[in-house]
């Protein structure tokens, strides 16, 4: 068997644009022939795949699943929300979720763990791309468990069942009846996919938000032409206010618009006749935070064309 070298899986990689691990694969499948290792990576659809990894992939699908205690969220994106439509796509995104709900939410990790029909996620998704001919990746995963009472999901937009634009996860610890915190579990999901907050708590406000916002209250608060006192607590009040604006148990419930969440919770628990603890959530919202490159179609036809 031939060596394979660092030089030869940086060449092979520069001429099929497959990753590092796939390059190295193909040059031992091939007895270190590079010709040979290329066309093997084609074979595999592994050198079509890396060609779009370049592509930004903006759409797609946000998962949830849960089972009793314990619930995940995922996000996988393609480039089309036509994808989202593809049985193949959907597919994945629902076993990838059930994956993260069995074994966790670390998106390296998932990449590597068994796909029920055969090989890794990464493996699976590399197929994917492929065949479906557009980018996808695997984003992020996330999954809450509690020691007693239940996870419960809600999906906003949704596409098919389980799967769709927002996905929520709202974690309640209890004694309280399930129905009852499937209920109560429920409308706060529906809440914070409306609400959108930052965080459970004011304490999870991260520290470069609030920093954000305090030198924007400051600009504003020095056209004001106040005494610098005066303009000082102008702006503690303006931060002060976008922490408990943000932070989930202080927000107000979006069914009624003016009890806080953290006393719906209570009131929950005193019907029930036992306490009732939010203790964590997810919102994961699709492509959320990635920066969409814009096209000129026309232009793009014009190019292809040669004009």
Same mark, same amino acid.
């Given at each position: 068997?031939?060596?394979?070298?660092?030089?030869?899986?940086? %060449?092979? !990689?520069?001429?099929?644009?497959?990753?590092?691990?796939?390059?190295?694969?193909?040059?031992?499948?091939?007895?270190? %022939?590079?010709?040979?290792?290329? %066309?093997?990576?084609?074979?595999?659809?592994?050198? &079509?795949?890396?060609?779009?990894?370049?592509? &930004?992939?903006?759409?797609?699908?946000?998962?949830?699943?849960?089972?009793?205690?314990?619930?995940?969220?995922?996000?996988?994106?393609?480039?089309?929300?036509?994808?989202?439509? @593809?049985? /193949?796509? /959907?597919?994945?995104?629902?076993?990838?979720?059930?994956?993260?709900?069995?074994?966790?939410?670390?998106?390296?990790?998932? =990449?590597?763990? =068994?796909?029920?029909?055969?090989?890794?996620?990464?493996? *699976?998704?590399?197929?994917?791309?492929?065949?479906?001919?557009?980018?996808?990746? #695997?984003?992020?995963?996330? !999954?809450?468990?509690? %020691?007693?009472?239940?996870?419960?999901?809600?999906?906003? @937009?949704? *596409?098919?069942p389980g799967?769709?634009?927002?996905?929520?996860?709202?974690? $309640?610890?209890?004694? =309280?009846?399930?129905?009852? #915190?499937?209920?109560l579990g429920?409308? $706060?999901?529906?809440?914070?996919?409306?609400?959108?907050?930052?965080?459970?708590?004011?304490?999870?406000?991260?520290? +470069?938000?609030?920093?954000?916002?305090?030198?924007?209250?400051?600009?504003?608060?020095?056209?004001?032409?106040?005494?610098?006192?005066?303009?000082?607590?102008?702006?503690?009040?303006? *931060?002060?206010?976008?922490?408990?604006?943000?932070?989930? #148990?202080?927000?107000?419930? *979006?069914? +009624?618009?003016?009890?806080?969440?953290? +006393?719906?919770?209570?009131? =929950?628990?005193?019907?029930?006749?036992?306490?009732?603890?939010?203790?964590?959530?997810?919102?994961?919202?699709?492509?959320?935070?990635?920066?969409?490159?814009?096209? +000129?179609?026309?232009?793009?036809?014009?190019?292809?064309?040669?004009l």
């Open positions: 068997m031939a060596d394979i070298t660092a030089a030869m899986v940086k %060449d092979l !990689r520069e001429k099929s644009g497959a990753g590092m691990m796939d390059c190295k694969k193909a040059l031992a499948e091939a007895n270190g %022939d590079m010709e040979a290792a290329v %066309d093997w990576l084609r074979a595999k659809g592994l050198a &079509t795949a890396s060609k779009k990894s370049s592509r &930004t992939a903006a759409e797609g699908l946000v998962g949830v699943a849960v089972n009793g205690t314990s619930g995940a969220a995922v996000e996988v994106n393609s480039e089309t929300d036509f994808v989202a439509k @593809n049985d /193949q796509f /959907q597919d994945f995104v629902r076993n990838v979720t059930q994956i993260a709900l069995a074994k966790g939410d670390d998106v390296e990790a998932l =990449a590597n763990e =068994a796909y029920p029909s055969g090989g890794t996620v990464a493996e *699976v998704l590399t197929n994917n791309i492929a065949t479906i001919g557009e980018n996808q990746t #695997l984003r992020r995963a996330r !999954r809450l468990t509690v %020691d007693k009472g239940a996870v419960v999901a809600y999906v906003h @937009n949704q *596409v098919v799967m769709g634009k927002i996905g929520v996860l709202v974690a $309640l610890e209890s004694d =309280a009846p399930v129905a009852t #915190l499937d209920a429920r409308q $706060l999901a529906m809440h914070v996919a409306a609400a959108f907050p930052l965080a459970l708590d004011e304490s999870g406000i991260p520290a +470069d938000m609030i920093e954000r916002e305090r030198k924007i209250a400051s600009e504003k608060a020095a056209e004001s032409g106040k005494p610098a006192d005066v303009i000082a607590k102008m702006v503690d009040g303006a *931060v002060a206010k976008f922490v408990k604006e943000n932070a989930l #148990l202080n927000q107000l419930f *979006v069914m +009624d618009g003016k009890t806080k969440i953290s +006393d719906v919770v209570a009131a =929950a628990g005193k019907e029930a006749g036992t306490s009732i603890v939010l203790k964590d959530y997810v919102r994961f919202q699709l492509g959320e935070g990635i920066e969409k490159e814009e096209s +000129d179609f026309a232009a793009e036809v014009a190019a292809a064309a040669g």
